[in-house]
């Protein structure tokens, strides 16, 4: 049902949504896009469309600004538009970097290029630009490439080489200092000989 509804919002239907098969490995249904997932991906969208959208507001409102001038910087910091876009862009930042840390680089960019759409037409009718139809065009087109990127894995596996020892030890419960179990007694004690035999 869900995977029906975002094919009528996203235009394309989200694989992953779907339940596993009978059958398939557990494994998978980590690698799975969930609606939390989704909603992560969304917030991205739009809180980079809303920010870039307030930034720009508030930027004309203030007029020009230069790097020499660091008075005219924290002016325009302190315009309320400019403050808000800067807030929504850190949530954006705050939202990407969570996609980024369960899904590919290439699979977070353009899955979350549904904000080109969404920024065109608050920059068309809340801001009255002007949108030609070249840049429709455009933006329909890396709109169009977000269902070939959404039919695939969000991640995809890697082989990875040979860990580091102090790495791989940490992931079977040996500390990083090299006690097997917590017991020195056990464990191998370096000596210091004092050079005097017994």
């Known amino acids: 049902m869900f995977a029906r509804r975002a094919q009528i919002v996203f235009g394309f239907a989200p694989a992953m949504l779907s339940a596993p098969e ?3 490995d557990d494994n998978t249904t980590e690698s799975q896009v969930t609606f939390r997932k989704y909603l992560v991906l969304a917030g991205v969208t739009v809180f980079a469309a809303a920010g870039d959208s307030m930034l720009s507001h508030g930027m004309k409102q203030t007029g020009n600004i230069s790097l020499h001038h660091l008075q005219g910087i924290i ?3 302190l315009n309320p538009w400019v403050a808000a876009g800067i807030v929504l862009l850190l949530a954006f930042f705050a939202s990407y970097m969570n ?7 290439t699979y977070v960019l353009p899955a979350t290029s549904l904000g080109y759409v969404l ?8 801001l009255h630009e002007q949108v030609s139809p070249l840049r429709w065009l455009g933006i329909a087109l890396i709109s ?5 990127v959404a039919g695939g894995p969000a991640l995809t596996s890697h082989e990875h080489s ?3 020892p102090l790495a791989k030890n940490a992931r079977n419960g040996v500390p990083a200092d ?11 004690i370096p000596t210091v000989s004092s050079g005097v035999q017994r």
């Open 22 to 24: 009978a059958g398939s």
């Open 75 to 77: 002016l325009a910091v």
């Open 99 to 105: 996609a980024l840390s369960w899904a590919d680089l």
């Open 119 to 126: 920024l065109a037409l608050v920059a068309k009718f809340a």
């Open 144 to 148: 169009g490439g977000v269902g070939f």
């Open 162 to 164: 040979e860990s580091p």
């Open 178 to 188: 090299g006690a097997r179990n917590g017991n020195p007694a056990e464990d191998e």
